[in-house]
């Protein structure tokens, strides 16, 4: 029923942007957005959001100027910051609808809560650039550099199959503060200390 328009944290690690939408479906005339619930590796418990989330935003419904009428919202876009939530670590996004879909809505399009999930790739991406800076030094295949794209691979594929405790597992084992981050400056030599 949601649609995440867009779902990241931006490279810098200070903004969590959540910009969601009901589908514009004809099954979806009577749903609105109710809540926006975020858990992360360390309270995620499957099956639905957490009793101890990091972040909660309940949306409150509007006065129609059309109707008169209090309406609830089927756009919702967020933008959080490390005061609202802690952005380093693997995310997850649920969002809860209300309202009743029509009766002849698909099997399976009619669940009530959509999850998505984030995790700032910034950071790893620099990391990985580091090693392709060893393929550079020697002109030969870095070990270092297979097992770190074969360990961000692992953690890509287990969420994209929501598989999210092994992505927990990954995020944690591999992710999670593990690495010694160095910020290249440029390509080609130009600009590194």
């Given amino acids: 029923m ?3 328009n867009e779902l990241r944290i931006t490279s810098d690690g200070q903004h969590l942007i959540i910009d969601v939408s009901v589908l514009s479906e004809s099954y979806y005339k009577n749903v609105y957005i109710d ?3 975020i858990d992360n590796q360390d309270t995620y418990v499957g099956g639905g959001p957490s009793s ?4 909660q935003y309940s949306v409150p419904d509007v006065m129609s100027k059309l109707t008169k009428k209090y309406v609830s919202s089927k756009h919702v876009r967020l933008d959080l910051t490390p005061t609202d939530l802690p952005l380093n670590g693997l995310l997850f996004v649920y969002v809860r609808t209300k309202g009743t879909p029509a ?3 698909p099997c399976g399009l009619d669940n009530m809560t959509t999850l998505g999930t984030v995790t700032n790739m910034y950071p790893f991406y620099q990391q990985a650039m580091n090693y392709i800076g060893e ?7 870095s070990q ?12 890509e594929l287990a969420v994209r199959t929501g598989n999210y405790t092994d992505a927990i597992k990954f ?4 992710f999670n503060g593990k690495e010694n981050t160095v910020v290249r400056k440029g390509g080609c030599s130009c600009g590194n200390t």
Avoid at 52 to 55: G, I, K, L, M
Avoid at 135 to 141: D, I, K, R
Wanted: proline residues 3%.
């Fill in 171 to 174: 995020y944690n084992k591999f």
């Fill in 35 to 37: 809540s926006i619930v």
């Fill in 52 to 55: 101890n989330p990091v972040y």
């Fill in 135 to 141: 393929l550079a030094n020697n002109c030969s295949v």
């Fill in 103 to 105: 009766a002849d809505t």
């Fill in 144 to 155: 270092n550099f297979t097992d770190y794209i074969l360990k961000m691979k692992g953690l």
């Fill in 2 to 4: 949601i649609h995440f």
